[in-house]
């Protein structure tokens, strides 16, 4: 099985920081992309950011210059750096591994974490 464990949310002032990490834990034998998501209430859950195992980045245009994604493939770990935040950033952040291949399976499969809350005040 995959475990995939958020950590870093918490509360900040607007125009703070925050940094994300998300481990992703388990019988893995390679991951195809990790990626952040957020839902805040009454919202859908949209993408913040996606990172290739190549190194390859996207992100969401709201968050554009002021959120950084990285990722460390050996330790299966995404990181989500957060600068300038803005009371709209409130949500629950979602990471997900994409792709995962396990090391005793041969199809590839996502998973997600529990959600880490990030709530930036005004």
């Known amino acids: 099985q995959v475990q995939v464990v958020e950590s870093g949310g918490g509360l900040v002032q607007r125009g703070g920081s925050l940094r994300l990490s998300c481990a992703a834990s388990?019988?893995?034998?390679?991951?195809?992309?990790m990626g952040w998501y957020r839902q805040a209430p009454g919202n859908q859950r949209e993408l913040v950011a996606h990172?290739?195992?190549?190194?390859?980045?996207d992100y969401a245009d709201s968050v554009k210059g002021r959120f950084t994604i990285s990722r460390d493939n050996a330790k299966n770990t995404v990181y989500l750096q957060m600068n300038s935040l803005k009371p709209e950033d409130t949500a629950v952040y979602y990471c997900?591994?994409?792709?995962?291949?396990?090391?005793?399976?041969?199809?590839?499969?996502?998973?997600w974490g529990q959600g880490t809350q990030v709530t930036v005040s005004s």
């Open positions: 388990g019988r893995i034998f390679s991951i195809n992309a």
């Open positions: 990172i290739t195992s190549g190194g390859s980045t």
């Open positions: 997900a591994a994409e792709g995962v291949k396990q090391t005793a399976g041969i199809s590839r499969g996502d998973y």
